[in-house]
């Protein structure tokens, strides 16, 4: 019996062993003042040569000449595929400092002409010492504790390899700039605690910012110069200049855990759901301050604003209702009642439509008709959580089971296009002036680029991990 017991024990440690070896993913260095870091990869040119390599290392060095290597999963680019068109890298964190280099392992190269595919040569000897598969960039930038950078490495594909078979590409990397101009989105990262900023006319990646834990809802001002951002973890909310692209102010008084946001009609007033208080926040931009809480339905999780009746409407997820509540008097004025569990909304016009997580169903309430508020049901025949408003008689929705984004005709009141995008589609928003439509997707962390008038994903951005929202700076 006892070494029955000693068997038993010795396989379970066995077992226990070994599954924590087997543990997919890369143990993430960290360091007591370390900075998040971002590099991302593109190529600006339209490549004459089909190569492809693989990186599985990368290392920085700062300007005391100590090296800090980042882990990292093969990663296999492709010229072909990269040209005008940017991958990340990696995510990770360095301590506080002044780095002065960059430095990437290449474990294999191939060339592929006249269908036949070449192995190239990889670097070998600088300076008469052996660096087999390094490849060194200058590069300059600073790391600050709790702060957020891009490090983008731009590959000049045709001049890559050197007397015919070495390959020796040419890369030239720089740190985000302290100005970043043009139009842009802001993306917030549930699980990079960062905002990614994307330039709307390359549709790429230009920046990012450190925000709080968890940044879930986003929004911003009428002008575009204040992006607000709901920390759900740090229980906050961050106000980002866009002028200088940089956390201003930190809203930190509320007490609960912020979920989703939206502005008053004159900007003065942000209000933000606290799904495990059951309650709104209300904020005064002036002061940047909460200054009172309005008591709705159980777990309330989207508010989207009425501005044209000051009104805001709020899903609250337990009680199977949307609440009313006045701007200006803070007060629910009525509650709608519902069949299953709201999530998220989209007021389009005089109609307010209702994603459901637990039906095939879309709601859309009558707004017009106070108090009755008549609501219609579309069957769509699968489960539409994310809703956005489009261009004319159009609402687009993110389908979760199958990946997709639904186009609903709001004047037949059925879907007329599905488009594959990124896995788990989660945040949207449009630009009318120039047709397109952006989709966060969480799982895939990217963003898709959707052309409404050809109906198809013209551009794939990488961002942070876990994106939960999206919002276009106004031009």
């Known amino acids: 019996m006892r070494n029955l017991c000693r068997r038993l024990v010795v396989f379970f440690l066995i077992f226990l062993f070994a599954s924590c070896a087997l543990k997919p993913g890369i143990k993430e260095p960290r360091y007591s003042n370390e900075g998040q870091v971002f590099v991302y990869l593109s190529s600006s040119q339209e490549p004459s040569m089909d190569i492809t390599f693989v990186i599985s290392g990368m290392s920085f060095m700062n300007r005391d000449g ?61 300076d008469n010492q052996l660096i087999y598969g390094e490849l060194l960039v200058d590069i300059d930038f600073n790391v600050f504790y709790r702060e957020s950078l891009c490090l983008f490495v731009d590959w000049d594909i045709n001049r890559s390899i050197v007397d015919k078979y070495l390959f020796q590409p040419g890369l030239v990397a720089k740190p985000q700039g302290l100005e970043i101009k043009n139009i842009l989105a802001y993306v917030s990262n549930e699980g990079s605690n960062c905002v990614t900023i994307i330039d709307r006319q390359e549709e790429l990646v230009v920046g990012t910012i450190a925000v709080g834990e968890a940044p879930r809802g986003i929004a911003a001002s009428s002008d575009g110069t204040r992006i607000y951002v709901a920390n759900s973890r740090s229980n906050s909310i961050s106000v980002i200049d866009t002028s200088v692209n940089r956390v201003s102010a930190t809203i930190d008084n509320l007490g ?198 050809t109906e198809r994903v013209v551009k794939t951005v990488p961002v942070g991990k876990k994106p939960h929202d999206i919002v276009l700076v106004a031009e």
Not at 82 to 92: D, G, M, T, V
Not at 96 to 122: F, H, M, P
Not at 333 to 356: F, H, Q
Request: charged share 25%; net charge positive.
């Open 66 to 126: 100590i090296w800090f290597d980042v882990p990292m999963k093969p990663r296999t680019v492709n010229s072909i595929k990269l040209s005008r068109n940017q991958i990340k890298l990696r995510e990770f964190y360095l301590p506080e400092g002044k780095y002065k280099k960059l430095k990437l392992i290449v474990t294999e190269a191939s060339l592929k002409r006249d269908n036949k595919k070449r192995s190239l040569a990889l670097p070998q000897a600088v």
């Open 256 to 453: 609960y855990s912020p979920e989703e946001l939206a502005l008053s009609w004159d900007d003065n007033t942000l209000f933000a759901t606290n799904p495990r208080s059951n309650n709104v926040s209300v904020i005064d931009l002036a002061s940047n301050m909460a200054i009172a809480r309005i008591n709705v339905g159980e777990k309330p999780i989207d508010i989207v604003a009425d501005t044209e009746r000051r009104k805001i409407y709020v899903s609250n997820y337990y009680s199977l209702s949307i609440s009313v509540v006045d701007m200006v008097t803070r007060v629910v004025d009525n509650t709608i009642s519902l069949r299953s569990n709201p999530k998220y909304l989209a007021l389009c016009d005089d109609r307010l439509y209702v994603g459901n997580e637990s039906v095939n169903d879309v709601y859309v309430v009558n707004i017009p008709y106070i108090p009755s508020y008549p609501i219609d049901t579309v069957n769509i025949g699968s489960r539409l959580e994310r809703l956005v408003c489009g261009l004319t008689n159009r609402v687009y929705a993110g389908n979760l089971a199958f990946d997709e984004i639904s186009f609903l005709h709001t004047g037949l009141d059925m879907i007329t296009k599905n488009i594959a995008v990124g896995r788990s589609p989660a945040g949207m928003d449009v630009d009318a002036m120039r047709r397109k439509l952006y989709v966060s997707n969480k799982l895939s962390e990217d963003v898709s680029v959707i052309d409404i008038k």
